[in-house]
């Protein structure tokens, strides 16, 4: 079976992952006022019901002015 090792358990360094799906940065821009608010929260949860394993965010600046 191709990708048999895709739903197996993996590790990045010490980070234990329930699969190998890893979602990579999607630009939302949902975030207000470098804010996270419903509309990011309830499109990162979508995907994490989805199965993926880990979630690399679009996050806000953590230095906003």
Known sequence: MPYSNLFQPGNIGACKLKNRI???????????????N??????YRERAKGG??????????????
């Open 22 to 36: 890893i979602m990579p940065l999607y630009p939302t821009k949902y975030s207000q006022d470098s804010r996270v």
């Open 38 to 43: 419903e509309w990011m929260l309830a499109f």
């Open 52 to 65: 993926v394993a880990m979630i690399v965010l679009d996050c806000p600046c953590l230095d906003y002015p």
